[in-house]
T-cell receptor
Framework: AQKVTQAQTEISVVEKEDVTLDCVYE???????LFWYKQPPSGELVFLIRRNSFDEQNEISGRYSWNFQKSTSSFNFTITASQVVDSAVYFCALSTMNTGFQKLVFGTGTRLLVSP | EPEVTQTPSHQVTQMGQEVILRCVPISNHLYFYWYRQILGQKVEFLVSFYNNEISEKSEIFDDQFSVERPDGSNFTLKIRSTKLEDSAMYFCASTGLAGVGDTQYFGPGTRLTVL
């Protein structure tokens, strides 16, 4: 079975602080994809990043960076110099070959509150 | 930039009534999905659809639910007899090539309230 755990329910930071959101996944498949989505207060789900299981290279996009470690089954997300606009719920998700990549399994999300 | 659209944004209905939620996926996408999110909870997969057939469904997707692609652009989710516990945000998503773990792009959601 596939599972995604986001142990941090809510994180509060002050603007300009760095923050890391944790994601731990479980799957027996060797081929899988990991995703991060952002859900701002307006409610939509915004795609942030997709990473396949064969690519452990870390990625940086502006203030965002992702650390993928297969050894610990983790795919953590760091926001550098956080801003108020980063306030949202962030979801980590997994899709696997076992289900033909037909569905995303989501974690429970981490609510990030960035105060000025 | 192409995007998934959903209508209505908010639907209020009485328990036992039928509702149809509508989605227009990204035009060249081939795989379509419905997910739901009960308020404050995680996003849950309902069903995936490809080539005019359901390709996978979750245990949530029981006989009360059905999906259809009535024409070349719309993708609908029907709930035949709504229950209070169907109140949730329903998201439609689409992707081009699910077989390679392609990114699913989500619509803005329809908030369904069952009274």
């Amino acid at each position: 079975a596939q599972k995604v755990t986001q142990a941090q329910t809510e994180i509060s930071v002050v603007e300009k602080e760095d923050v890391t959101l944790d994601c731990v996944y479980e799957t027996r498949d060797t081929t899988y994809y990991l995703f991060w989505y952002k859900q701002p207060p307006s409610g939509e789900l915004v795609f942030l990043i997709r990473r396949n299981s064969f690519d452990e290279q870390n990625e940086i996009s502006g203030r965002y960076s992702w650390n993928f470690q297969k050894s610990t089954s983790s795919f953590n997300f760091t926001i550098t110099a956080s801003q108020v606009v980063d306030s949202a719920v962030y979801f980590c998700a997994l899709s696997t070959m076992n289900t033909g990549f037909q569905k995303l399994v989501f974690g429970t999300g981490t609510r990030l509150l960035v105060s000025p | 930039e192409p995007e998934v659209t959903q209508t209505p944004s908010h639907q209020v209905t009485q328990m036992g009534q039928e509702v149809i939620l509508r989605c227009v996926p990204i035009s060249n996408h081939l795989y379509f999905y419905w997910y739901r999110q009960i308020l404050g909870q995680k996003v849950e997969f309902l069903v995936s659809f490809y080539n005019n057939e359901i390709s996978e469904k979750s245990e949530i997707f029981d006989d009360q639910f059905s999906v259809e692609r009535p024409d070349g652009s719309n993708f609908t989710l029907k709930i035949r007899s709504t229950k209070l516990e169907d109140s949730a945000m329903y998201f439609c998503a689409s992707t081009g090539l699910a077989g390679v773990g392609d990114t699913q792009y989500f619509g803005p959601g329809t908030r369904l309230t069952v009274l």
